[in-house]
């Protein structure tokens, strides 16, 4: 059966090529003109279904499809095309599965980062408020406001609130809607969860609610969103939920604990604060991220001995680069009361 599709092959390519050679191509009548494709299209016809099957099986699956493939590539591409559709019959159908070559994956190991060398470029403060000042034409001050969107909220939105007495309309304006967005989203979540809290939940759903609301709750705080009185109450909503989820009795994991901690560490209670961040440490929270907190704990106490414990302790463990100054002036065996350094400790 194979012989006979390959001297149908080749007895159809050579009767293409003797079409194309023939004077027929060279007549300008309409019926030579017909003539002659319709004994092209006949000799592609053949040579398609004889192609169609010497390929592999793989390629019969939908033989309608690889029988018109063959087909327009014979048509389009008079003599050239059944040849090179007979060079790549010929090559797949004498090719084995076990004969393929296949790209062999590599084991790579993962390159070690090394957070103390990898410092981003960060928006200074400095740099922004120089650009904000009263003396600084309104144009360049509206598009320094419109910079801080890039920058995180908890260092743009003083800027922001600062800006609400600006003396230019535009600025305190948009300055006003920057901070309104973003507090009007935040009570839109948290009115949502509040909602949903109302329904009948299973416990581990109320957990997760209520621990949503807690986090909620804290990012106003984080955000600098409320000041004053407004910050206390929503201190103490955030401790409210946070103390609610756990109290459920529900398995917790270590985020939960650290938030309880910072909003403690916030409202000023100290040794519950350090409490929960030693069991956010026992249940697996990554000591980089507690470590400074207990640092500031230890400051607070004038403990310097331990503030210096940690710091060294940090210096080992591949601190944050915005922890880092703190850490090498401690490391570097800074005085012995670094007044100079709480208000970094106090930003941690």
Sequence with gaps: MRLVDWSLVV?????????????????????????????????????AGSIARLLPARYQQRPVWTWLLMFDFAFIAPVLGPIGI???????????????????????????????????????????????GASVPASIRMQSLLTLQAVPSRVANPI???LLGDAADDVRLVAFGMLDAEEKRLSKHIHREQTNLQMDLSARTRFDCLVHLAELHWELIYSGLVQGELRKHILGEARGYIDAALALGAKHESGQVFLKGKILLAQGEDEQSERAFTEALELGHS???????????????????RVRGYMQHLFKHHAASRVMPIVAFWNAGGSTHPTHSQRALNHL
Aim: hydrophobic fraction near 50%; aromatic fraction near 6%; glycine fraction near 4%.
């Design 11 to 47: 007895a159809a390519v050579v009767l293409d090529a003797a079409i194309l050679l023939s004077p027929l191509p060279m007549l300008t009548t309409t019926d030579a003109f017909v003539g002659m494709w319709a004994l092209h299209a006949a000799c592609c016809a053949v040579l």
């Design 86 to 132: 007979l060079l790549v019959a010929r090559a797949t159908s004498h090719r084995r599965l076990h004969q393929l070559v296949y790209a062999k994956p590599q084991s790579l190991g993962l390159p070690e980062y090394d957070v103390r060398t990898q410092d981003p470029q960060r928006a200074g403060q400095g740099a922004i408020r120089s650009r904000l």
């Design 160 to 162: 922001r609130e600062e």
């Design 287 to 305: 000591e980089v991220s507690v470590i400074p907190f207990l640092a500031e704990l230890a400051f607070r106490r004038r403990e310097f001995g």
